[in-house]
């Protein structure tokens, strides 16, 4: 009986994580820019290893019985889950600050220039402690670009 | 089911390295790499289970930090030109 509940949530819970994995995959194919991919492609990694994590748990206590291989399997998955966030978010502040500019749902950039979503980047972070403050940045940069060529004019 | 597992990372694993291959800048390829560096832990653990010799499990945690490690040098460089010294902080910020 208890045999059975193993291998059935165990195949179930390793579909899904074929599929989270997968699906990660064709959106990392698919999706039309940088930054979406690094969404789809960042969420799907932690997800399909979490549900990939928690089968091989399973497997390893109920199945081959060996405490250490689920010790081993639980920090994988705890090293996973703090180094795959961290590089995804290292992997999109560095290509702001070497001037990617995100698209919109059009394709339209939604800074006016690469010098722009550096200066975004290099911000302070006391600047963006919610989205709303990164929107102000952001027209605050605007704002003293314009005034830049202005004087760039007058002189 | 360890088998269907490792047949939809290869499929990723596939898909992944074509990003890596085709990826018009180097961010995608970066994202690409590094995704393909998780999806290789992920494997190697699988692959051990399916093997039923669990002791690869050591081999997959040292790919996890090394992967990490890897991206994170590899980033700095593209973002300051420089692995070592601390210059930059005091003329960027």
Same mark, same amino acid.
């Given at each position: 009986?208890? +045999?059975?509940?193993?291998?059935? /949530?165990?195949?179930?819970?390793?579909? #899904?994580?074929? @599929? =989270? $994995?997968?699906?990660? &995959?064709?959106?990392?194919?698919?999706?039309?820019?940088?930054?979406?991919?690094?969404?789809?492609?960042?969420?799907? +990694?932690?997800?399909?290893?979490? /549900?990939?994590?928690?089968?091989?748990? #399973?497997?390893? @206590? =109920? $199945?081959?019985?060996? &405490?250490?291989?689920?010790?081993?399997?639980?920090?994988?998955?705890?090293?996973?889950?703090?180094?795959?966030?961290?590089?995804?978010?290292?992997?999109?502040?560095?290509?702001?600050?070497?001037?990617?500019?995100?698209?919109?749902?059009?394709?339209?950039?939604?800074?006016?220039?690469?010098?722009?979503?550096?200066?975004?980047?290099?911000?302070?972070?006391?600047?963006?402690?919610?989205?709303?403050?990164?929107?102000?940045?952001?027209?605050?940069?605007?704002?003293?670009?314009?005034?830049?060529?202005?004087?760039?004019?007058?002189? | 089911?360890?088998?269907?597992?490792?047949?939809?990372?290869?499929?990723?694993?596939?898909?992944?390295?074509?990003?890596?291959?085709?990826?018009?800048?180097?961010?995608?390829?970066?994202?690409?790499?590094?995704?393909?560096?998780?999806?290789?832990?992920?494997?190697?653990?699988?692959?051990?289970?399916?093997?039923?010799?669990?002791?690869?499990?050591?081999?997959?945690?040292?790919?996890?930090?090394?992967?990490?490690?890897?991206?994170?040098?590899?980033?700095?460089?593209?973002?300051?030109?420089?692995?070592?010294?601390?210059?930059?902080?005091?003329?960027?910020?």
């Amino acid at each position: 009986m208890i +045999d059975w509940i193993v291998w059935s /949530v165990s195949w179930v819970l390793m579909l #899904i994580g074929c @599929v =989270f $994995v997968v699906s990660g &995959a064709v959106g990392l194919i698919r999706m039309p820019d940088l930054y979406t991919r690094l969404h789809a492609a960042s969420l799907t +990694d932690t997800g399909g290893a979490i /549900v990939i994590s928690l089968v091989l748990i #399973i497997q390893s @206590v =109920f $199945v081959f019985g060996s &405490a250490m291989a689920a010790i081993k399997v639980l920090l994988i998955l705890f090293f996973t889950l703090f180094t795959s966030p961290t590089a995804s978010h290292a992997l999109a502040k560095t290509a702001l600050l070497c001037g990617q500019v995100p698209t919109d749902g059009h394709g339209n950039p939604i800074l006016e220039s690469p010098e722009q979503a550096t200066l975004l980047a290099r911000s302070r972070p006391a600047d963006y402690r919610s989205g709303q403050d990164g929107e102000r940045a952001r027209q605050e940069a605007a704002e003293r670009r314009r005034h830049d060529d202005n004087a760039g004019d007058q002189s | 089911m360890f088998a269907t597992a490792v047949v939809a990372l290869l499929i990723t694993m596939a898909l992944t390295l074509a990003r890596a291959l085709m990826g018009p800048t180097l961010f995608d390829r970066l994202l690409a790499v590094n995704s393909f560096g998780t999806k290789t832990v992920l494997l190697i653990a699988v692959y051990g289970f399916m093997t039923g010799r669990p002791d690869f499990l050591d081999i997959a945690l040292v790919y996890a930090l090394i992967n990490f490690v890897g991206t994170i040098a590899v980033l700095k460089f593209f973002e300051y030109d420089d692995l070592g010294s601390g210059a930059y902080q005091e003329d960027d910020f």
